[in-house]
């Protein structure tokens, strides 16, 4: 089995390195859905038009052929990037992307009227975006981002083929160097699942705070812990959170 | 009967003065279609300032149009329209009208203000803040400044306990009151009511019209309104016009419309509704 002189020097540092992965291509990825989905509102028909071409691009380009190719390709072009950058861009430029339809969505399903209510104040096109439609959207992006942002924890396990010392690389040495294949991948999937699991319940803080600050009471999420602690209602919590996860 | 229907010169009492008369709103043959469907047919129309108008007529008959064509949330297709000598939605350029800009359109419509049939007021906003954020981001006054006029406001409509709440947290009719002081807040020259009653339940519907004849009778705004409330229309309106198929039928007093009205269909319509 695994010496714990492995597990520190490989585990712990490839747990933390997927973690930054995952915060900088969500950073950047957020970034990203934030520009172009805003873009793709715009009255501008070009810059609808950019947008869209953006997305559709990289909403259709495989995550790991564009690392390898920030990877492998970009040097050819005299830029040669730090194995986890090239990793960290191909999945925010992909998941940007996914995010960008998120942030046009619920954009879009903000009632109409509020925008009028804008219009009858004299708010500036800008201003109703950032005092309105944002704030009334942003409850609404919460859960979707929710799945994009474990979406993209799990594709991080992909920079670990350009070199990239995560913890599917380290779970992976271990197995070359031991053949424990099946302990060493039962534990990685355990890993994914309780960073993922940790994700879900923080993005769950967020939600209850952005729906209280639109004046909507939180609602009762029905995870397990709170099943735990009331069963009776059980049943209904129940299938709202297997909507909800 | 002539579309061409100049309201100040109908009016014959004096027992509510105009601020001066002066003519706040002009519609000059104003077209507006949705499809084929004609809303607007050529309609010609003025309001004096400091006027309280209502628009009846049966649904459909292009009421709500000319509050919406009004506060630019819609585009009409042709004709023009001037709030005070100066045009809404067109600017002059070389000789020729051509469609405004962004900026120019704010500057006009900043005397209009407006009050929706479902209050649309901004539920991720406390009520007190639902006043303030435009005076403030649009007027340019300070924050102290807008509290305090905000606040003035909530006590006149009622709500002076309310300024914490968010829009959720009150009745239909609470919530029209404060989309009300929202509007007034912006210091409009003309308040565009726009079926303000419609969604209340029945028991909520005193409370807003009162603060509504409250400032029908204290302020000189001028006031454009539809409304479906016969006895509200008949207390508070200088002016009331009837419309049917997107014209103007007849226009005169309250007194005369609804005591001795010209046209059969007028006289059809009131005994539908009163």
Redesign the interface.
Known sequence: MMSSEFFTTWFLPGIWVTIQVTVYAAALGAAIAFGIGLARTSQLWIVRFLAGVYFEIFRGMSALVLMFWMFFALPFFGWQLVPMWAGVSALGLTYGAYGSEIVRGSLAAV?P??K??G???????W?RLR??EL??AWPEMVPPFNNLLIELLKGTALVSVITVADMTFAGNLLRLGTNETTPVFTLLLVLYFVLAFLITRGMRLVERRAKA????RPQKTGGITSRLSSRGESLQAGSQSAGGM | MSADTPLQNDHDGNENPPVDGSELIRFDKVTKRFGSNVVLDELDFSVASGKHVTLIGPSGSGKTTILRLLMTLLKADEGTIKVNGDYLTHEEKNGKLVPAGEKHVREVRKNIGMVFQQFNLFPNMKVLRNITEAPVTVLGLSKDEADQRARELLDMVGLGDKADAYPTQLSGGQQQRVAIARALAMRPQVLLLDEVTSALDPELVAGVLDVLRDIAHTTDITMLCVTHEMNFARDISDQVLMFDSGRVLESGTPEKIFGDPEHDRTREFLSAVL
Request: glycine share 10%; charged share 10%; proline share 5%.
């Open positions: 009632a009227a509020q009028e209510a219009i009858a104040l004299n708010f500036t096109r201003q005092l309105i704030p009334q600050g639109v004046g909507q």
